[in-house]
T-cell receptor, first 117, second 104 residues
Framework: DAGVIQSPRHEVTEMGQEVTLRCKPISGHNSLFWYRQTMMRGLELLIYFNNNVPIDDSGMPEDRFSAKMPNASFSTLKIQPSEPRDSAVYFCASSLERGLGSQETQYFGPGTRLLVL | GQSLEQPSEVTAVEGAIVQINCTYQ??????LSWYQQHDGGAPTFLSY????GLEETGRFSSFLSRSDSYGYLLLQELQMKDSASYFC?????FGPGTRLSVLP
């Protein structure tokens, strides 16, 4: 299995530009998580999908952030417009939940390192 | 809401045993997971406690006490490669992480 795939691995952009991060979860997994990691705030959940449906998006910072999961094998996280404070590592993780919130092992992708200038 | 607390740093020498504690305040708590993250890498799963007691996986063990809202990760026979950050997590809420430095 290829594991969770994220692209791009690195992104450098200028303030105000649109950024789109992509994630392909492990085949057969039914839950997908987007996290953001910074030194100041640690690893924080942005949004959690189960069976392609957003279950918890309370971590999405503001209207500039949006996430979609059009099918079981693909998700995007979009930032528009981007700001320097969005600079962070963004991780996507997937798991196979046997019941909603059953807390199965999460498998993380390699992350996207975003720098907004 | 949920919050988890861990020590920020722990240092130990090769071959030693180290314990990383985690206390939590949560609603709807199902269990405690532990993840390891090396610098520049992604978190990887180590252990999960859904019930009170000790879970052992090789050199790593994890413990949970629901009545005390407390858990720990025990690393035995420390190796240099164990130098990393360790996170406790309650579902998708992660603690701040404990940076473990293993000295020769």
């Amino acid at each position: 299995d290829a594991g969770v795939i994220q692209s791009p691995r690195h992104e450098v952009t200028e303030m105000g530009q649109e950024v789109t991060l992509r994630c392909k979860p492990i085949s057969g997994h039914n839950s997908l998580f987007w996290y953001r990691q910074t030194m100041m705030r640690g690893l924080e959940l942005l949004i959690y999908f189960n069976n392609n449906v957003p279950i918890d998006d309370s971590g999405m910072p503001e209207d500039r952030f949006s996430a979609k999961m059009p099918n079981a094998s693909f998700s995007t996280l979009k930032i528009q417009p981007s700001e320097p404070r969005d600079s962070a590592v963004y991780f996507c993780a997937s798991s196979l939940e046997r019941g909603l919130g059953s807390q199965e092992t999460q498998y993380f992708g390699p992350g996207t390192r975003l720098l907004v200038l | 809401g949920q919050s988890l607390e861990q020590p920020s740093e722990v240092t130990a020498v090769e071959g030693a045993i180290v314990q990383i504690n985690c206390t939590y305040q949560t609603s709807g708590f199902y269990g405690l997971s532990w993840y390891q993250q090396h610098d520049g890498g992604a978190p990887t799963f180590l252990s999960y406690n859904g019930l009170d007691g000790l879970e052992e996986t090789g050199r790593f063990s994890s413990f949970l006490s629901r009545s005390d809202s407390y858990g720990y990760l025990l690393l035995q026979e420390l190796q240099m490669k164990d130098s990393a950050s360790y996170f406790c997590a309650a579902f998708f809420v992660f603690g701040p992480g404990t940076r473990l430095s293993v000295l020769p």
